[in-house]
């Protein structure tokens, strides 16, 4: 995977963004799960804090396969590259399985990421684009997403994680029913990635 370079790091500081207090919900296996209401949304924000051992080239490599999201992120149904920009961008599409009796929810993402020269982080940005294909008959289009991962070396062979997401999921599912159980679809997912990155296709 190449990157482009860049001078100065361009990424929003979560303290940007809404001033709530984070709340821990989960810590378990080195995975450790926050939320906080949003100043915008009736939805929580989401925060992950997580070490992996594994590299940055080959959390990139696996976040980047997308065809493959359905073996770790959450509830993915299937997920394909819609169009690919450069080797650091790409837009692809993601359905997600929703509970009976909601319907399942789909998403176009336009995805990115940037390494800073200076600091050897590196940033991937995941924002929604809910007209970039047309709608399907039966399944509700997130109207919004935005997704945000931070990783940082800590010695050759262990990368520290910090992801930030905010979604509205849209339709009819009741915020309070998305909120009770925000933290187990990030818990779900950072535990198959810790999997997912062990592979040797990765390497």
């Known amino acids: 995977m190449k990157y482009k370079h860049l001078v100065i790091i361009l990424f929003v500081p979560w303290s ?7 709340n821990l ?27 992996i051992q594994g590299t940055i080239s080959e959390l990139i490599a696996v976040i980047f396969d997308i065809e493959n999201h359905v073996q770790w992120v959450y509830n993915t149904k ?31 993402v336009d995805i990115k990421t940037w390494k800073d020269s200076l600091s050897n982080k590196v940033l991937v940005e995941a924002n929604s684009v809910p007209d970039y294909l047309p ?11 935005n ?3 931070t990783i ?6 262990t990368i520290k994680v910090n992801y930030y997401m905010e979604a509205d999921p849209g ?3 009741p915020a309070w029913l998305i909120n009770l159980f925000v933290s ?14 062990r592979l040797p296709q990765y390497k």
Request: aromatic fraction near 12%; charged fraction near 35%.
């Open 78 to 108: 299937r997920a394909y590259i819609v169009k690919r920009i450069s080797d650091s961008e790409l837009y692809f599409y993601t359905e997600i399985y929703s509970p009976w009796p909601f319907r399942n929810r789909d998403a176009i």
């Open 184 to 197: 187990k679809g990030p818990f779900e997912s950072f535990s198959g990635l810790k999997e997912r990155i």
């Open 152 to 157: 940082s070396p800590l010695n050759s062979q």
């Open 147 to 149: 997704v945000k991962w």
């Open 25 to 51: 919900e989960k810590d378990k296996d080195n995975i450790r799960i926050f939320t906080r209401q949003s100043d915008h949304s009736k939805f929580d924000e989401i925060k992950v804090e997580c070490d």
């Open 135 to 145: 709608r399907k008959q039966d399944i509700v289009r997130i109207p919004s997403s």
């Open 16 to 22: 940007l963004h809404a001033q709530n207090k984070w």
């Open 171 to 173: 339709g009819s599912i």
